[in-house]
């Protein structure tokens, strides 16, 4: 797929890899719907305009159905079509199992998989209709072998994987595709709070020995995007971490 002038949807995309992720697709010539729960900084839109391409700010709760079907709306009111979709939004709420509450684990399985169902859900319906159209889901390492502390998160993103992979079944039957991003130790406001000690040990485990970029990650997504006979499939980017 030749990216200049289609049109990206990137969920949670006012920082971190979502950021960059609508950096790398707007560099590669698309124009960006930028998302966030309450706000987007206009020096981002500004950012994402300066590579010569139309930006566009769509704000909701990708756990909410209502909020969805909004989105939507507004999102194809903005530019009439929507080739791109990528699922990026995610929280994490870290307990040991035998300490997780009820609401702990739900709160994370309905942002990060029941959040990425409904968006995959409302947009396939427009992309069925144009016969065309690709889904990029951000999944994680996690949901790959699990971690201690994080049975929620891992759930989550283990449940993205099986969806990512029914979706590109789905999906082939009108030329979409759908793939998925496990990243590894990305720098992130979340790695950025971990202890030296912390980030030590888990660098034994990395055969590249350090964090990623969140370009890196970014880099993917485009890549996927580009690339027409890929679906379906599971890219880690995780300096080796699953090896």
Known sequence: MDLKEKVVFISGSSRGIGQAIAQAFAKAGSNVILNARTAVKPELVAQIESYGVKA??????????????????????????????????????DKLLIGMKEADFASVIDVNLKGTFLMSQAFLKKMYKQKAGVIINLASVIGLHGNVGQANYAASKAGVIGLTKSLAKEGA?????????????????????????????????????????????????????????ITGQVITVDGGMTI
């Open 173 to 229: 039957l009108r030329n979409i595709r759908a793939n998925a991003i496990a990243p590894g130790m990305i720098v992130s406001d979340m790695t950025a709070v971990l202890s030296d000690k912390v980030k030590a040990d888990i660098m034994t485990e990395i055969p590249l020995k350090r964090f990623g970029q969140a370009d890196e990650v970014a880099q993917t997504a485009v890549f996927l995007a580009q690339n027409d006979y």
């Open 56 to 93: 566009a700010v769509v704000l909701g709760d990708i756990s909410q159905a209502s909020d969805v079907k909004r989105m939507v709306k507004e999102a194809y009111a903005a530019f009439g079509q929507i080739d791109i979709l990528v699922n990026n939004a995610g929280i994490t709420n």
